[in-house]
T-cell receptor, first 117, second 116 residues
Framework: AQKVTQAQTEISVVEKEDVTLDCVYETRDTTYYLFWYKQPPSGELVFLIRRNSFDEQNEISGRYSWNFQKSTSSFNFTITASQVVDSAVYFCALSEAFGQAGTALIFGKGTTLSVSS | KAGVTQTPRYLIKTRGQQVTLSCSPISGHRSVSWYQQTPGQGLQFLFEYFSETQRNKGNFPGRFSGRQFSNSRSEMNVSTLELGDSALYLC???????????????FGEGSRLTVL
């Protein structure tokens, strides 16, 4: 069965600290996508990044970086020099193949990040 | 460019009633998905529509249904409401040409349903 686990329920940091959000996934598919979404208090989920199972190149985008390791089925997300505006719930997700087409995401339970000034 | 719009934003119903939620996707997006978010179960996929056809369906009872119109707007309906249906219902649209399970979804702010 496909599953996404975010072991960290809540993380609290002080501004400018670096923080890493962990994500471990399970899938039998050889082709799949992994995602990170952010949910601010307003409610809408905001897409951050997508990685396919054949692309293990890690990426840095501004203060965000992602570490994808198939050997350990992990897709971790790091925020460097955190800011108060980074406070939100962060979700890791895995795409579920539905045969021909379409997208359904399996989400982890989310990690609530609180950044204080 | 307008985002995904969901109405109503908040609503309160009683057990046994039914409810209809509406979603207007981003212009040009033909795929619309619905997710239920609860504190206990988290985010769960309900169904996805593309060109007025239900393309995928999650593991929810038949009380949950949806449809999509020719202008890509979508509605979901929950009949015979139960207390456990209290949740944030999120609608998402995706741009054309992404291919299967590409997953860059654009979400609305959701409709928060409370069942008393």
């Amino acid at each position: 069965a496909q599953k996404v686990t975010q072991a960290q329920t809540e993380i609290s940091v002080v501004e400018k600290e670096d923080v890493t959000l962990d994500c471990v996934y399970e899938t039998r598919d050889t082709t799949y996508y992994l995602f990170w979404y952010k949910q601010p208090p307003s409610g809408e989920l905001v897409f951050l990044i997508r990685r396919n199972s054949f692309d293990e190149q890690n990426e840095i985008s501004g203060r965000y970086s992602w570490n994808f390791q198939k050997s350990t089925s992990s897709f971790n997300f790091t925020i460097t020099a955190s800011q108060v505006v980074d406070s939100a719930v962060y979700f890791c997700a895995l795409s579920e193949a539905f045969g021909q087409a379409g997208t359904a995401l399996i989400f982890g339970k989310g990690t609530t990040l609180s950044v204080s000034s | 460019k307008a985002g995904v719009t969901q109405t109503p934003r908040y609503l309160i119903k009683t057990r046994g009633q039914q409810v209809t939620l509406s979603c207007s996707p981003i212009s040009g997006h033909r795929s619309v998905s619905w997710y239920q978010q609860t504190p206990g179960q988290g985010l769960q996929f309900l169904f996805e529509y593309f060109s007025e056809t239900q393309r995928n369906k999650g593991n929810f009872p038949g009380r949950f249904s949806g449809r999509q119109f020719s202008n890509s707007r979508s509605e979901m309906n929950v009949s015979t409401l139960e207390l456990g249906d209290s949740a944030l219902y999120l609608c998402a649209s995706s741009p054309p040409g992404q291919g299967a399970f590409a997953g860059e979804l654009f979400f609305g702010e959701g409709s928060r349903l409370t069942v008393l």
